[in-house]
């Protein structure tokens, strides 16, 4: 089957997530797009076989099929300094607040999202993670012995034939809304927050996709630890990762500066809107102590 438009995806994805007949109305207010638009656009869903009375098909959701989120990779081998003293005993992921570890949040969004096939790359005190099987027996573990001397680009390079179609995530990351992690992807992309101003890690944009990656900026968009990586893109990554880590310095690079950074013309990224509240990461102790009071004792 040929690709999807944009608009067929955006309203097929509507009408699934919908579970129930949208009205055209409706689909306006959810999808943007204008009424003379869905109108046209329900008619090619119709005539391709994709929609029939106001619902999609099983042809439908096998066009959707390559835009489908199959798996996720969760970086979770380091040591969490910032954290000292909850990361001495343990790994920062694994932390609890308000009595539920930080990677739950995220782990449980995946399964709620239909993505059961989920890696984790692990060092600092890796065995601790294997608490985790209990509650999600569907995790793989890929091992990072060289966590203490290469930056998180070595869990990537583990995890590098595992990026088509695959969330990678930073698995320190507090998620207040589920939402944000979704089934379907028409192209790669960062979740990010918009901004004035930052001092943290931030994307310069231009008509929706990252053209620079920096730390603090103006008018920018802030860099949220959660991607998405279409099949052609973490095919891509399989070749570029091992190449960057390789060279020289590579040992200190972020992973993601690969396809931000030093092999940006292989990629097209997408910068995807969340908001400040949807999601925390907490950097220091004293921060997890404000959010949790629990811990200030």
């Known amino acids: 089957m040929e690709a999807l438009s944009r608009k067929q995806f955006g309203i097929l994805v509507a009408m699934i997530e919908a579970k129930t007949a949208l009205t055209q109305r409706e689909l306006e207010s959810v999808t943007g797009f204008s009424l003379g638009t869905i109108n046209k656009v329900i008619k090619e869903l119709n005539e391709l076989g994709l929609v029939e009375n106001g619902q999609v098909t099983e042809k439908g959701v096998e066009a959707l099929e390559p835009y489908r989120a199959k798996r996720a990779v969760f970086i979770a081998a380091g040591f969490g300094s910032r954290m000292v003293p909850i990361t001495l005993n343990t790994p920062k992921p694994l932390v609890r607040v308000h009595g539920k570890r930080i990677i739950d949040t995220l782990l449980?969004?995946?399964?709620?999202?239909?993505?059961?096939?989920?890696?984790?790359?692990?060092?600092?005190?890796?065995?601790?993670?294997?608490?985790?099987?209990?509650k999600y027996p569907n995790i793989h573990f890929l091992e990072n012995p060289v966590y203490n001397e290469a930056n998180n680009i070595s869990s990537a390079v583990l995890a590098r034939n595992l990026l088509s179609n695959a969330y990678v995530f930073e698995a320190d990351l507090l998620l207040s809304n589920p939402k944000i992690i979704t089934?379907?992807?028409?192209?790669?992309?960062f979740l990010a927050i918009p901004k004035d101003r930052t001092d943290d890690w931030c994307f310069v944009v231009k008509d929706g996709v990252i053209r620079e990656e920096k730390v603090g900026g103006e008018n920018c968009w802030q860099m949220v630890g959660i991607s998405y990586w279409n099949q052609e893109a973490g095919e891509k990554l399989a070749e570029d990762l091992p190449k960057v880590y390789e060279g020289p310095g590579g040992k200190e690079r972020y992973?993601?500066?690969?396809?931000?950074?030093?092999?940006?013309?292989?990629?097209?990224?997408?910068?995807?809107?969340?908001?400040?509240?949807?999601?925390?990461?907490?950097?220091?102790?004293?921060?997890?102590?404000?959010?949790?009071?629990?811990?200030?004792?």
């Not at 995946?110 to 005190?125: K, P, S, T, V, W």
């Not at 089934?183 to 992309?189: A, G, N, P, R």
């Not at 092999?263 to 908001?275: A, F, I, L, M, S």
């Not at 921060?287 to 004792?297: A, T």
């Open 108 to 134: 449980d969004a995946c399964l709620e999202a239909g993505i059961e096939e989920i890696y984790i790359a692990r060092g600092y005190l890796a065995e601790q993670f294997d608490q985790l099987l209990y």
């Open 183 to 189: 089934k379907y992807h028409y192209t790669s992309d």
């Open 255 to 297: 992973w993601e500066q690969v396809p931000l950074v030093y092999c940006k013309d292989n990629y097209k990224v997408e910068v995807r809107e969340c908001k400040e509240e949807d999601i925390v990461e907490i950097d220091t102790f004293r921060e997890l102590k404000q959010i949790d009071p629990s811990y200030d004792v």
